[in-house]
């Protein structure tokens, strides 16, 4: 397993943006699958967005799509999501996942698939 530090969270306006970052600690991640998920409090944890090692697959929960993009830095050893056009309801506790480069049983949207979590960052979306 590889620890996982997330950065970027914060209190942001209903409209604005933010990017969280991961990267690893010790160990790297560049051939292995990321994901970002999501927490609410009193809500289970929920997909937001996968890439896979090589970034030729991108995934995004409906909630995501044409808001939220998920890339890899230049080394392919942190992973980004820009979040734009942030609501309310994005409101959450977001988790970096990292997982093997491929699994025959578990899909990118599956938390199952995924070893490695990091502490997670609060967005927090005001009104």
């Known amino acids: 397993q590889v620890q996982l530090v997330e950065s970027g969270g914060g209190l942001v306006q209903a409209g604005g943006s933010l990017r969280l970052s991961c990267a690893p600690s010790?160990?790297?991640?560049?051939?292995?699958?990321m994901g970002w998920f999501r927490q609410a409090p009193g809500k289970e944890r929920e997909f937001v967005a996968a890439?896979?090692?090589?970034?030729?697959?991108?995934v995004y929960a409906d909630s995501a799509k044409g808001r939220f993009t998920i890339s890899r830095g230049n080394a392919k050893n942190t992973v980004y999501l820009q979040m734009n056009s942030l609501k309310p309801e994005d409101t959450s506790t977001y988790y970096c996942?990292?997982?093997?480069?491929?699994?025959?049983?578990?899909?990118?949207?599956?938390?199952?698939?995924?070893?490695?979590w990091g502490q997670g960052t609060q967005v927090t979306v005001s009104s």
């Open positions: 010790g160990l790297t991640v560049a051939s292995l699958a």
């Open positions: 996942a990292a997982g093997p480069y491929t699994s025959g049983t578990y899909s990118y949207s599956q938390q199952e698939r995924y070893s490695s």
């Open positions: 890439i896979s090692w090589n970034s030729t697959i991108t």
